[in-house]
């Protein structure tokens, strides 16, 4: 919106073209997002109290868990709003992977409320069926990956890379589409098991986001893209916006969310923020760079699945509870501990996901 504007008043005033600039513009996005994070969360917090939308804890989780309950929930509405607020205002809206990015952000977010509103409202511990739920995920990740496969333009747009290749780079066509189906649903159940911890989830997202920011940035310049053998696709441009606005409100609501969180994001928050990865990877055509960034979700993931199919075949847990951030707390870690090690890990793996892009 401001671009649009800014293209405009430019034609009288020269200075208004700094608004063009996409580094320039990706640092407002990020200022924005996190402005409008810090000013929205007290009273965001507040809303959430009064409304009586608190947190519910399992009986059979870390006892130290259990002074958790009732502390609120749903603060995701605070993130996506402020994340889709910024890239309206600082994106080209006449560019298509705006629209499929905040498009996500809103399907996934609305997915993830009426998820919470049943929860926490509703008092219905199961929340949004298993079934259900699972469904309307599968049908916004399948109507997107047809919507970008037949909007491709080029053949770059359903090029498949693989790291450390890079003479390996097939045109998977159709393929696209169910690509991005698995690549939505799960990253968005990712994430969405990842957030148990405070801050733990929030953290590790706008840590990979960084990551991602960085790559989508080289793949719309031509000069890095044929440096670093990616595909070159001039639309992902404003996915830097995205990702730079996604850290900004990532930033404003750790403020918050840090240890003893004040408000935890739930649903709303989590499986909107895993598709928003998710379909930013797939729109720079990095997907197996978001599994290895995104290590410590696919992780927690992988140890819910060994968990449950671990009981059910042999009737015997693996872990001491799962996801694995549990396993450890009951194992004896504190959780700041948790916490700030899975960041670690987090920031290792992104930097081991971005030395990929030259080792090819």
Same mark, same amino acid.
């Given at each position: 919106?401001?671009?649009?504007?800014?293209?405009?008043?430019?034609?009288?005033?020269?200075?208004?073209?700094?608004?063009?600039?996409?580094?320039?513009?990706?640092?407002?996005?990020?200022?924005?997002?996190?402005?409008?994070?810090?000013?929205?969360?007290?009273?965001?917090?507040?809303?959430?109290?009064?409304?009586?939308?608190?947190?519910?804890?399992?009986?059979?989780?870390?006892?130290?868990?259990?002074?958790?309950?009732?502390?609120?929930?749903?603060?995701?509405?605070?993130?996506?709003?402020?994340?889709?607020?910024?890239? =309206?205002?600082?994106?080209?809206?006449?560019?298509?992977?705006?629209?499929?990015?905040?498009?996500?952000?809103?399907?996934?977010?609305?997915?993830?409320?009426?998820?919470?509103?049943?929860?926490?409202?509703?008092?219905?511990?199961?929340?949004?069926?298993?079934?259900?739920?699972?469904?309307?995920?599968?049908?916004?990740?399948?109507?997107?990956?047809?919507?970008?496969?037949?909007?491709?333009?080029?053949?770059?747009?359903?090029?498949?890379?693989?790291?450390?290749?890079?003479?390996?780079?097939?045109?998977?066509?159709?393929?696209?589409?169910?690509?991005?189906?698995?690549?939505?649903?799960?990253?968005?159940?990712?994430?969405?098991?990842?957030?148990?911890?405070?801050?733990?989830?929030?953290?590790?997202? =706008?840590?990979?986001?960084?990551?991602?920011?960085?790559?989508?940035?080289?793949?719309?310049?031509?000069?890095?893209?044929?440096?670093?053998?990616?595909?070159?696709?001039?639309?992902?441009?404003?996915?830097?916006?995205?990702?730079?606005?996604?850290?900004?409100?990532?930033?404003?609501?750790?403020?918050?969310?840090?240890?003893?969180?004040?408000?935890?994001?739930?649903?709303?928050?989590?499986?909107?923020?895993?598709?928003?990865?998710?379909?930013?990877?797939?729109?720079?055509?990095?997907?197996?760079?978001?599994?290895?960034?995104?290590?410590?979700?696919?992780?927690?993931?992988?140890?819910?699945? =060994?968990?449950?199919?671990?009981?059910?075949?042999?009737?015997?847990?693996?872990?001491?509870?799962?996801?694995?951030?549990?396993?450890?707390?009951?194992?004896?870690?504190?959780?700041?501990?948790?916490?700030?090690?899975?960041?670690?890990?987090?920031?290792?793996?992104?930097?081991?996901?971005?030395?990929?892009?030259?080792?090819?």
């Amino acid at each position: 919106m401001i671009v649009l504007l800014s293209d405009w008043l430019s034609n009288y005033v020269d200075s208004f073209r700094v608004f063009s600039y996409l580094t320039f513009r990706a640092v407002m996005a990020l200022f924005t997002a996190l402005a409008l994070s810090l000013w929205l969360g007290p009273i965001t917090i507040r809303r959430l109290q009064i409304l009586h939308f608190g947190q519910v804890v399992r009986d059979d989780g870390p006892q130290s868990h259990l002074k958790k309950q009732g502390t609120p929930t749903m603060g995701g509405i605070m993130i996506i709003s402020t994340i889709v607020i910024s890239m =309206l205002l600082w994106c080209r809206l006449d560019n298509i992977y705006t629209w499929y990015t905040v498009g996500t952000f809103t399907a996934y977010a609305l997915i993830g409320f009426a998820d919470d509103y049943l929860k926490v409202v509703r008092h219905d511990s199961h929340g949004l069926r298993a079934k259900y739920k699972y469904f309307w995920q599968s049908a916004v990740a399948l109507c997107l990956g047809c919507c970008i496969y037949g909007t491709a333009s080029s053949p770059a747009e359903t090029t498949f890379v693989v790291p450390f290749f890079k003479d390996f780079m097939p045109d998977i066509g159709f393929l696209l589409i169910p690509l991005a189906y698995f690549v939505l649903t799960g990253s968005s159940n990712a994430v969405n098991l990842t957030d148990g911890l405070d801050g733990l989830a929030i953290v590790t997202t =706008l840590t990979v986001a960084s990551g991602l920011g960085i790559v989508a940035w080289a793949t719309s310049n031509a000069n890095f893209a044929s440096y670093l053998y990616i595909p070159y696709v001039p639309k992902a441009a404003e996915l830097t916006l995205a990702c730079t606005a996604i850290v900004g409100a990532g930033l404003g609501f750790l403020w918050f969310n840090t240890y003893p969180a004040e408000v935890f994001m739930g649903d709303v928050g989590s499986l909107a923020l895993g598709a928003g990865l998710g379909i930013i990877a797939i729109l720079i055509r990095e997907e197996i760079l978001l599994f290895i960034m995104g290590g410590i979700f696919v992780l927690e993931t992988i140890s819910v699945i =060994l968990q449950v199919g671990s009981y059910k075949l042999r009737g015997k847990r693996i872990f001491r509870m799962a996801p694995i951030h549990h396993h450890f707390e009951k194992g004896g870690w504190p959780e700041p501990r948790v916490i700030v090690r899975f960041w670690i890990v987090t920031l290792v793996l992104v930097l081991i996901g971005l030395i990929t892009l030259k080792l090819r």
